[in-house]
């Protein structure tokens, strides 16, 4: 069974430039997080969809950051304009119900790092 | 709001020892916990999940308890390898602990 599958895995820009995130969930799995993982810490959720709606985005800096998963199924999170406190890895997640359910299970993805100069 | 802190942030051990990571959490009122491995660049490999029902889950040399009354779940590894180098997560309704760095020494 493929995981998820995440794109590019590095990208450095230069800060005021933008950037987006490709995802794409495990086959089936209904529930896509983004997380974003800066070095030294653990992830912090950004943004929770459940198909094609969104659940939770209460973390998202939504003044440069904006996501979208338009047919419940890949989704792509776009930073615009870029700050260098943005550098982190961008991890995808996904799971087969939401947290609730017994199949509450996360899935990662190999994660993009962005590196903003 | 749910607050996830794990201790130690790091830990060091000789190979062969077994070892305890430690999970606490501030709001009782959760569904499940899973505990992930990340290694240096790569994204989370979840280990076990714990339903809030349960109190232990065993994987291999792997084992998780968690203690809902008290906010805290441990993760115990048997017999620690130089492979289980890593830092350790735990998850608590989509909320992460700062992870603790684990190192194994041949």
């Known amino acids: 069974e493929a995981g998820v599958a995440q794109s590019p895995r590095y990208k450095i820009i230069e800060k005021r430039q933008s950037v987006a995130f490709w995802c794409n969930p495990i086959?089936?799995?209904?529930?896509l997080y983004w997380y974003q993982q800066i070095l030294g810490q653990g992830p912090k959720l950004l943004i929770q969809?459940?198909?094609?709606?969104?659940?939770?985005d209460s973390q998202l800096p939504k003044d440069r950051f904006s996501a979208e998963r338009l047919k419940g199924v890949d989704s792509t999170l776009k930073i615009q304009p870029a700050k260098l406190e943005d550098s982190a890895v961008y991890l995808c997640?996904?799971?087969?119900?939401?947290?609730?359910?017994?199949?509450?299970?996360?899935?990662f993805g190999e994660g993009s790092r962005l590196t903003v100069l | 709001k749910q607050e996830v802190t794990q201790i130690p942030a790091a830990l060091s051990v000789p190979e062969g020892e077994n070892l305890v990571l430690n999970c606490s959490f501030t709001?009782?009122?959760?569904?499940?916990l899973q505990w992930f491995r990340q290694d240096p660049g790569k994204g989370l490999t979840s280990l076990l999940l714990i339903q809030s029902s349960q109190r232990e889950q065993t994987s291999g040399r792997l084992n998780a308890s968690l203690d809902k009354s008290s906010g805290r779940s441990t993760l115990y590894i048997a017999a620690s390898q130089p492979g289980d180098s890593a830092t350790y997560l735990c998850?608590?309704?989509?909320?992460f602990g700062a992870g603790t760095r684990l190192t194994v020494k041949p």
């Open positions: 969809f459940q198909n094609n709606g969104v659940v939770d």
């Open positions: 709001d009782s009122a959760i569904y499940n």
């Open positions: 997640a996904s799971s087969f119900a939401d947290l609730r359910g017994s199949a509450g299970e996360l899935f």
């Open positions: 086959s089936g799995h209904a529930t």
């Open positions: 998850a608590v309704m989509l909320r």
